[in-house]
């Protein structure tokens, strides 16, 4: 008896190659109806949305109450329903003249200055002008700055008539305050309709944090303009060490020839290693490690003060954080991205792997900056020094407002406890000793 893989290929009837065709093109059908449903579905919710948007939440409600009105009244018969049914639709109607006109402002928005130190003042203006011929009617102005609102009332303008309004920007605290954008709001007293229209961008201004001046070359920083020589032999670098033969390799412009003329054999040059001096600042904004917001500050402060000084004294700088590495190309750039520094939590399980994560891609460091509040344990401190090598300064800031500021060191570990940001210069000013 033969096998099934031994009769040859298996005919499939007439009746069932029919039906296969047909269920085919059912499906291929029912695919292209759903794909044609929802081009139309989304061109009519794209022309229905400008109408529904201008019913306020309260216009919603009063809507949704009056079709229920309706329900009930022809439901149970209750003249009195299809009465309120009818007052609430009413109300709703009257209330779409107040949202008909258009209006012709240019506005333009200014903050000055944009950018200020935590504490410092700093004020907004906004123009409005009638940029039409016609005189416009009184409009209101909503305009955000940070998490708060401003409402503005804005007069009757004639053509070409210029209103302005001032308005204090917040600054207590270091941040990114995003001032904007204006829109001018048309609606009934009873929010039933509600028609805006953005007139603006979104302006941002840039409270920085406090820092303090510290004195150059202070932190025991290296500022030796050729480097400093270390003790690893290469074969490209500036200070001559030593010869040795030629290997495979090895570039042809670091021959010397004339002692391989002499010796019979190819020798070339080597070198020691010089290193410029490179500085990465790892700051931890892991919210864990800080007992309270002043204290969060006080770190930032720390932070920006080191780098500023770094960046005056021309030397090599990388800043980090969990979230992003601060640019350093210039004073004014790195005192913007502090502004952005917020708190994170449970990014990294440890500073250990944060600070491997975060300096990974950058130059070797000759000098080591590990920034953290006090809640950070001491040998959280020490795991992460033994990321960048013995070649290497580490220096731990421990940050803790209201203590007294202190240099200790901890296993080789030197560890400068801040309490106060105007303790920070004479604290480095004992390192550097």
Known sequence: MKRASERGPVRVSPARHALRSVGRALGA?????????????AIVLGRIRPVVDVIGPAGRLVLLCAVVAFIVSAVFGWVEFTYLATTLLAAVLVAVPFIVGRATYAVELQLNPHRVVA????????????????????????????????EFVIPGLAPAAVHDELFAVPTQRRAVIVAGPAISVRGDQLGLMRRTVRWTEAVELFVHPVTTRIASSAAGLMRD?????????????????????????????????????????LMVRQFEETRRTQLTIVHSAESAYYASDEEFELAVSVSASLALQ?????????????????????????????????????????????????????????????????????????AAQTLFGKDATTLAFRIHPGAQSRLSTVSGLTVLTIGDLADLPKLLRRVHR
């Open 29 to 41: 059908g029912a695919s292209h109806a759903w794909r044609l449903l929802r081009q139309v579905l």
């Open 119 to 150: 504490g410092e003042r700093a004020l907004g203006q906004m123009t409005v002008t009638n940029s039409g011929e016609r005189a416009l009617l009184p409009a209101r102005m909503e305009l955000p700055v940070g998490m708060g609102l401003a």
């Open 225 to 265: 303009l050729e480097g400093e020589i270390t003790k690893k032999i290469t074969s490209d670098d500036i200070s001559f060490h030593a010869l040795r033969a030629y290997e495979p390799g090895d570039p042809l412009r670091n021959v010397h020839w004339r002692t391989s003329a002499r010796t019979g054999q």
């Open 310 to 382: 770094i960046i005056r004294d021309g030397t090599g700088l990388s800043v980090v954080t969990e979230k992003f590495a601060l640019r350093t190309a210039t004073p004014v750039s790195l005192l913007d991205d502090t502004s952005r520094i917020d708190a994170v939590s449970g990014l990294f399980p440890s500073l250990r792997e944060f600070a491997r994560a975060a300096t990974r891609r950058l130059p070797p460091p000759s000098v080591v900056m590990i920034i953290a509040g006090s809640l950070m344990d001491l040998t959280e401190f020490r």
